[in-house]
């Protein structure tokens, strides 16, 4: 078994083949058992690093997938219809090897710990990236509810755990990197929180077409509304809102924060947002990605 490192900043963690697993909910053992997971043709995985909107892609999946979920005939929570490969303890009754076709996952795993079988399939990957100031910030945010974590004290710590990825799911970099460098190995689709901020309808098209499901006009305006911030804001089935008190203290927010591109500039000085993009250029710089950091460039 490969080495498990500990996580100086956050004891909650550890790490393990670049990854940064909760000690609570995930063993290394479990973690190794996922490579062998049996993939079907049909299997649809989305996979982001955590706040990358990962429930906004999650919900406009099951939309697409799902006409009970369009018509509202069916009442059913969103993280029961996607459900998360590695987080078995939120659907423990399920046996993911006989779940009926086409199965719908969600993941934050790298590239390197997901099954084998998904490598050279026809198997579909979803791949959701966001500006990482954004995600910074959010992650930052997401702490005052995450029961599982070490709380920072303040942005600065963050920043400087978040770049040295003693966070939940390890470095950003390398997250993306991966799956980026990887790409052609995967049937996969990649797309971005801001592209979908600025023209949800078109994303939503793009990821029809990928899985080969036609929507007409009206089926594509209600997934449209049925995603935006607000109406999932106040919709609990696509909220998390069952998620147990040991997991997220609802009291001090929720995953529905502000929704926003460029909200990183309320907490990120000058200095820090001018070391992270000297270490964004030295990490990414040879990547053809583009990112968009705020709304009115
Ligand atoms: P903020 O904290 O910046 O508001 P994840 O689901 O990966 O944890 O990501 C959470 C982030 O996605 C939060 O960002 C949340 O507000 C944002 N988000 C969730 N649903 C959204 C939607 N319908 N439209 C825009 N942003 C959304």
């Known amino acids: 078994m490969a080495a498990i490192t500990p996580v100086p900043r956050d004891s909650n963690l550890y790490c393990y083949k670049g990854f940064c697993f ?3 909910i995930m063993s290394p053992e479990f973690i190794d058992s ?3 997971f049996k993939i079907r043709d049909d299997d649809v995985f989305l996979i982001t690093y955590p706040k990358s909107g990962t429930i ?3 919900q406009i999946l099951s939309l697409i997938c799902s006409e009970g979920h369009r018509n509202g005939t069916e009442k059913i929570e969103t993280s ?3 459900k998360w ?3 078995r303890a939120l659907n423990p009754d399920v046996d993911y090897n006989s779940c009926p076709s086409p199965r719908l996952f969600v993941s934050h795993l790298s590239e390197t710990l997901v099954p084998r079988g998904l490598k050279n399939t026809k198997a579909k990957v979803i791949y959701v990236m966001r500006n990482p100031k954004d995600v910074m910030n959010s992650f930052y945010r997401f702490q005052d509810i995450s029961v599982l974590t070490a709380k920072s004290q303040d942005f600065h710590q963050f920043f400087e ?3 040295d990825g003693e966070v939940f799911a390890g470095k950003w970099f390398d997250h993306v990197r991966g799956w980026y460098n990887h790409k052609d190995a995967y049937n996969i689709l990649f797309l971005k929180y801001e592209d979908m901020i600025k023209d949800l309808r078109s994303v939503v098209k793009q990821i029809s077409t990928f899985l080969a499901l036609k929507l007409d006009d009206e089926a594509m305006d209600i997934v449209v509304k049925k995603a935006s911030f607000k109406q999932m804001k106040n919709d609990p089935l696509a909220n998390k809102e069952t998620l147990p008190e040991n997991i997220i203290d609802k009291r001090f927010g929720s995953f529905m924060r502000k929704g926003q591109v460029g909200d990183w500039k ?4 000058v200095a820090e947002s001018e070391i992270f993009d000297k270490l ?3 990490k990414m710089g040879d990547l053809s990605l583009n990112f968009t950091w705020e709304v009115d460039e």
């Open 85 to 87: 490969f590695e987080f």
């Open 22 to 24: 909760l000690k609570e």
């Open 34 to 36: 996922l490579q062998d």
């Open 80 to 82: 029961e219809r996607v």
């Open 161 to 163: 755990k978040f770049l």
């Open 280 to 282: 964004f250029h030295e």
């Open 266 to 269: 309320n907490v990120m000085t």
């Open 56 to 58: 906004w892609s999650q």
